[in-house]
């Protein structure tokens, strides 16, 4: 008999007796992982800020930085970059004042060439063509002292921020050197991940005119013949290269051309940015009724919406009226794509 026959009738004589049947216990079914709800953009930039800057490249160019955590205020354009899934590190030796050391860097994900030459030329009034890192890579500098640094990638732009107290200092390259290492990892990676929109969402807003008419800024708000003094543009952009556009992200403030009338009008819209509104509500808010999926009045009056997954916040100052701050925010709720 062959040795696989032998094989075979073995296993046969070990089996269960005829007819006698064999039982099964079942193996229960693996739970399913849930999928999670997102709320939030998670970041899209793939890698993180110890790989970016590890501790031997801190060293050198500054001493005893160490990461922090980074601060959020109640205003919607704190959040603008985070809302687009920016990555921003930051470090600092502790101090306070004069003493202070930190270095700040902000990477933007699909950062448009206008959007950052519009960043270079206008809020840093151009920069030091730095040949180490090409092609768009620059550093910045006040009184030849180091203060950051700018450079442009297929899918990424880069800010670099070094801020140095009246006593403390960095070293005389610092620029050059945090900006090769920064430049090293950022230009090796892939395309950033998905831009996440909540369903509804707002459509916002792409400059003043798309938050709010002067008609409209007039006869809801009270402010006549009214110009926009500050807007999300330019030296007064917040978010890293103009980035919240990807969102219909904006902010504007109005003031009005008759002398006589004081009161001025502040709006922003994020969409997608409702959960970062909850984060941040002040000690002391009221809530408001009648405003989209939610809405608080914060303690120096500035009236904040969540609706339709995003944020609206309205100020008005100086005579604005709470009536009129009411009828005006529901204006401009409808001009950023509310429905409901």
């Known amino acids: 008999m062959s040795l696989g026959a032998a094989l075979v009738l073995a296993g046969c004589a070990q089996g269960a007796p005829a007819g006698q049947s064999t039982s099964h216990t079942a193996m229960p079914s693996p739970t399913p992982t849930p999928t999670p709800v997102i709320t939030t953009q998670p970041v899209r930039v793939p890698t ?29 354009s704190s959040w603008m970059n985070d809302r687009v ?28 060439r206008e959007g950052f030459e519009g960043f270079l030329n206008g809020e840093q009034g151009g920069g030091i063509h730095y040949p180490g890192a090409e092609p768009d890579s620059y550093t910045l500098r ?5 203060i950051g640094f700018l450079f442009l990638t297929p899918h990424y732009g880069v800010a670099g921020y070094l801020v140095a107290g009246l006593n403390a200092h960095f070293p005389a ?38 938050l709010a008419t002067a008609d409209q800024l007039g006869s809801l708000g009270g402010l006549p013949s009214a110009r926009e003094v500050k807007s999300d543009a330019g030296e007064y952009s917040l978010s890293v290269f103009d980035i919240d556009r990807q969102v219909g992200g904006y902010w504007c403030w109005w003031l009005s051309e008759d002398s006589s009338v004081t009161a001025s009008i502040a709006v922003g819209v994020l969409p997608g940015g409702g959960e970062y509104a909850k984060k941040v509500r002040p000690a002391g808010s009221v809530d408001v009724p009648g405003f989209g999926t939610s809405a608080y009045r914060s303690p120096d009056g500035v009236l904040n919406v969540i609706a339709a997954g995003g944020w609206v916040q309205m100020g008005g ?15 401009v709720l409808r001009n950023v794509g509310y429905t409901g």
């Open 173 to 210: 390259d610092a620029d050059a050197t945090s900006l090769r290492q920064i430049y090293g990892v950022v230009s090796a990676l892939g395309a950033p991940g998905p831009l996440w929109t909540p369903s509804p969402t707002l459509t916002g807003a792409t400059g003043c005119d798309g």
């Open 48 to 76: 993180t800020c110890d790989q970016l800057m590890p501790p031997a490249a801190l060293a050198q160019i500054g001493t005893g930085l160490v990461p922090e955590e980074e601060k959020h205020r109640a205003n919607l």
């Open 142 to 146: 006040v009184q030849d002292k180091p």
């Open 85 to 112: 899934g920016a990555l921003t590190c930051s470090w600092s030796n502790g101090a306070a004042d004069a003493d202070l050391l930190q270095f700040i860097v902000k990477v933007g994900p699909e950062v448009t």
């Open 317 to 331: 100052y100086d005579g604005v009226t709470p009536e009129q701050q009411t009828a005006f925010t529901k204006q």
